[in-house]
């Protein structure tokens, strides 16, 4: 079973600048987070999916940040502009509550880097 | 809102020493309780979990926790450890009446020396 895919792995761009982030989560998986890590801390929630419902968005920083599931499958996280203080480990995990609850399975993440 | 404290942020050892690392929360009501872990360039991989029964816990590669509810904390304990299990570990819990919603400590590094 193949597992979280994220793509890009490392991205580097300038501030102002927007960057897009995508997940595609483990095949029937029905619920979907985006986390921040930052250096030195553990994953800290940004949103998650049930299908393609955003149920909690509340730590997202909606000015610069938005997200979206389309079809309840695939997701893009999406910062524009981007701020030096973005820099971090994006995280996308999956969830499939009738095989697995409440057991989340994570992505590789994307590091960024914001210059 | 519920919150995890790891003790330690690093620590380092020698291979065949035992290692416990601290995880205590803090949420009043009915949890579940996991530790992942990252080995260098990887992604984070369950190790266990406990959601209720016995609150001493078996997970992968020789690694057991203790669940005591009246602590709020969940130790992770390997009696020897070995180099490949250098990597970060985290606490994270998990509160039904809180949406759901996954928090994690900040992290343990974990090096050990061959």
């Known amino acids: 079973e193949a597992g979280v895919v994220q793509s890009p792995r490392y991205k580097i761009i300038e501030k102002k600048q927007p960057v897009a982030f995508w997940c595609n989560p483990i095949?029937?998986?029905?619920?979907l987070y985006w986390y921040r890590q930052n250096l030195g801390q553990g994953p800290e929630l940004l949103i998650r999916?049930?299908?393609?419902?955003?149920?909690?968005d509340s730590q997202l920083p909606k000015d610069r940040f938005s997200a979206e599931r389309l079809k309840g499958v695939d997701s893009t996280l999406k910062i524009q502009p981007a701020e030096l203080g973005d820099s971090a480990v994006y995280l996308c995990?999956?969830?499939?509550?009738?095989?697995?609850?409440?057991?989340?399975?994570f992505g590789p993440g994307t590091r960024l880097t914001v210059l | 809102a519920q919150s995890v404290s790891q003790h330690n942020h690093h620590v380092i050892l020698s291979e065949a020493a035992s290692l416990e690392l601290g995880c205590n929360y803090s949420?009043?009501?009915?949890?579940?309780l996991f530790w992942y872990v990252q080995y260098p360039g990887q992604h984070l991989q369950l190790l266990l979990k406990?959601?209720?029964?016995?609150?001493l816990v078996k997970g992968i590669k020789g690694f057991e926790a203790e669940f005591i509810k009246s602590k709020f904390s969940f130790n992770l304990r390997k009696p020897s450890v070995q180099w490949s299990d250098t990597a970060e570990y985290f606490c994270?819990?998990?509160?039904?009446?809180?949406?759901?919603?996954?928090?994690f400590g900040g992290g343990t590094r974990v090096l050990v020396k061959p």
């Open positions: 995990a999956s969830r499939n509550e009738r095989e697995s609850a409440d057991t989340q399975y």
């Open positions: 095949s029937g998986h029905n619920t």
């Open positions: 999916y049930e299908n393609e419902e955003a149920v909690d």
């Open positions: 949420y009043g009501g009915t949890v579940n």
């Open positions: 406990y959601f209720s029964g016995d609150p």
């Open positions: 994270a819990v998990n509160a039904r009446a809180a949406g759901n919603k996954l928090t």
